[in-house]
Nanobody, 121 residues
Framework: QVQLVESGGGLVKAGGSLRLSCAAS????????MGWYRQAPGKQRELVAG???????NYADSVKGRFTISRDNAKNTVYLQMNSLKPEDTAVYYC???????????????WGQGILVTVSS
């Protein structure tokens, strides 16, 4: 069973930076796509950024030029560097990963538990 553990959230002032990390653990699996989503109070969960196993990335328009997603395939870890943070970036951020379990050859999708990012004005 694959699990995702997020870290790096917290409280920051507008204009500041934070770096989120998400590590996948388990045994005998391959991770393909990884990404970060967020959900603000009263709003639906939305994609923030995604990255493929080959390093191709995509971003929500609202974070382009401010956020950078990256990954370390050897560590099964994805990062989200968030710069020039705005109060509207305040949300619970969720890590997401999709892959295949080697023993069963079945694909899976897993979510992290979520981590709070609060940006004060």
């Amino acid at each position: 069973q694959v699990q995702l553990v997020e870290s790096g959230g917290g409280l920051v002032k507008a204009g500041g930076s934070l770096r989120l990390s998400c590590a996948a653990s388990g045994s005998m699996f391959s991770i393909y796509a990884m990404g970060w989503y967020r959900q603000a109070p009263g709003k639906q969960r939305e994609l923030v950024a995604g990255i493929s196993s080959g390093g191709s990335t995509n971003y929500a328009d609202s974070v382009k030029g401010r956020f950078t997603i990256s990954r370390d395939n050897a560590k099964n870890t994805v990062y989200l560097q968030m710069n020039s943070l705005k109060p509207e970036d305040t949300a619970v951020y969720y890590c997401n990963a999709g892959g295949v379990a080697h023993m069963t050859s079945r694909s899976f999708e897993v979510w992290g538990q979520g981590i709070l990012v609060t940006v004060s004005s």
